[in-house]
């Protein structure tokens, strides 16, 4: 009887964090605006890279590599929580969890950071970094 209560509240609680992730997703769009740091910060957090993007950093090498870096870490994090949670168990699935929690968190920060660098950056233009080594270079 106590395993069925466990399983019984376990399900509800997954379901409870669902449906608290998917409002969350579906209002930060509307309640930000895309060059908005906080925006960009908050889509990075949902998408590793979706902030990265909005920041324009995807035309410079040191970008795209970036964001490269982020795609290989959340797709080894996920690889790490399903196989070692299929085998081991729970306690040591947070091995992976934890992975994913530290990129998406360093991708949030990263494009929050960025865009507040320069929070005017449209798509298509140079990142910031490159921006600010260009005026360097004029100097």
Request: glycine content about 10%.
């Amino acid at each position: 009887m106590e395993k069925t209560t466990q399983v019984v509240l376990k399900g509800k609680a997954t379901r409870l964090l669902v449906i608290a992730f998917l409002a969350l997703a579906m209002s930060t769009p509307a309640g930000y605006a895309q060059s908005s740091p906080m925006g960009t910060g908050a889509h990075s957090l949902l998408v590793p890279g979706w902030g990265q993007y909005e920041n324009g950093e995807f035309d410079s090498e040191a970008g795209r590599f970036k964001v490269g870096a982020m795609a290989v870490v959340e797709i080894a994090a996920i690889l790490t929580t399903a196989i070692v949670g299929a085998t081991v168990g729970l306690p040591a699935a947070w091995v992976g969890i934890g992975i994913l929690i530290g990129n998406h968190t360093w991708s949030a920060l990263d494009a929050f950071v960025n865009a507040k660098a320069e929070p005017s950056i449209e798509l298509g233009t140079e990142s910031p970094v490159e921006k600010q080594r260009n005026m360097n270079m004029e100097r």
